[in-house]
């Protein structure tokens, strides 16, 4: 693994269905995000995590949980999926000179 | 609130010089980060700027105005690989990032 992978690729969900958006990550870094990206909107945090062990809420958590067990996994679960849970979703890392974050490949996931 | 305004679209020409603007109103100031990001793909890191002034790497400078709130990402000798949507950043005073829309540039030969 070289820096953060993210599964699956890309999900089609029906509504109602549980769901668990899996992230790792190889760099040691402590903090770790989940973003979802809509167009037009700009990428918009849902939980994060400063460290191993504690998460914290963002702009748009509803509907969605996180649980950080270790410092290389961020899994982001959706209770009961919804439509407009449709969207791109991201994971990142930050850490390097500036504490400049680092993007999964991300996971296109659409609720039907 | 907090708020980070990119122009929607821009176009340029092969060759050309283009500049992306950035303002920004947000609960404290902990660094502007630019960010490159291809359709399709994740977005990468460009530049970052803390203090008042310009950042120069490579084909591309970034400038700061902490004072009005404002950025530019400057891309000289643009190349058809340019063709991305970018991407400006706060870091606000939770040391969070918040987020602008993006800025689609089009490069044409």
């Known amino acids: 693994i070289a820096g953060i992978t993210q599964a699956p690729t890309s999900q089609i969900l029906a509504a109602g269905r549980r769901m668990t958006l899996r992230c790792t990550q190889d760099m040691r870094h402590n903090a770790m995000y989940w973003y979802r990206q809509d167009l037009g909107l700009g990428l918009r945090l849902i939980h994060y995590?400063?460290?191993?062990?504690?998460?914290g809420k963002g702009e748009v958590p509803d509907g969605y949980s996180v649980s950080r067990a270790n410092t290389d996994d961020f899994p982001l679960t959706l209770a009961s999926a919804v439509p407009s849970q449709t969207s791109v979703y991201f994971c990142?890392?930050?850490?390097?000179?500036?504490?400049?974050?680092?993007f999964g490949p991300g996971t296109r996931l659409t609720v039907l | 609130g907090q708020n980070i305004d990119q122009p929607t679209e821009m176009t340029a020409t092969e060759g050309a010089i283009v500049q992306i603007n950035c303002t920004y109103q947000t609960s404290g100031f902990n660094g502007l980060f630019w960010y490159q990001q291809h359709a399709g793909e994740a977005p990468t890191f460009l530049s970052y700027n803390v203090l008042d002034g310009l950042e120069e790497k490579g084909r591309f400078s970034s400038f700061l105005s902490r004072s009005k709130g404002y950025s530019y990402l400057l891309l000289k000798e643009l190349q058809m690989k340019d063709s991305a949507s970018y991407l400006c950043a706060v870091r606000d005073s939770n040391y969070q990032l918040i987020w602008g829309a993006g800025t689609k540039l089009i490069i044409k030969p």
């Open positions: 990142a890392s930050s850490g390097g000179e500036y504490n400049e974050q680092f």
């Open positions: 995590s400063n460290t191993a062990g504690t998460t």
